[in-house]
């Protein structure tokens, strides 16, 4: 992604999640795609915001209405897929957080 998520008004969730990929990430960004076209069909969704670097450490944070919406996301079939692989194939570590957002700035 290479654009700031439009936000509703406050509050709302972040899901974020951290991670080093693995030495074999075969496949890894043609899932992540599916996953990001698949989150925007869920209810609740409001954006994503996602960066690599050169040495394979991302942090990707998506942004939900509710904790319902985000347990909904968690549960869905073919996103549970894709975190077995991840943890399987693709991750050699990872953190998931969960915030309620409560303020945010824009800037300059």
Do not use: C
Not at 1 to 20: D, E, G, R, T, W
Not at 34 to 57: C, D, H, K, W
């Amino acid at each position: 992604m290479s654009h700031f998520a439009k936000m509703p008004p406050l509050p709302y969730y972040a899901v974020i999640f951290a991670n080093q990929a693995a030495n074999t990430p075969d496949g890894y960004a043609e899932m992540a795609a599916q996953m990001v076209t698949l989150a925007e069909t869920m209810p609740g969704y409001l954006g994503i915001e996602s960066t690599r670097n050169e040495n394979g450490f991302a942090i990707t944070v998506s942004y939900w209405q509710d904790e319902a919406s985000i347990k909904t996301w968690h549960q869905h079939s073919k996103h549970q897929i894709a975190q077995k692989i991840g943890r399987d194939r693709w991750y050699d570590h990872f953190v998931l957080r969960v915030a309620k957002v409560e303020r945010h700035y824009d800037g300059p």
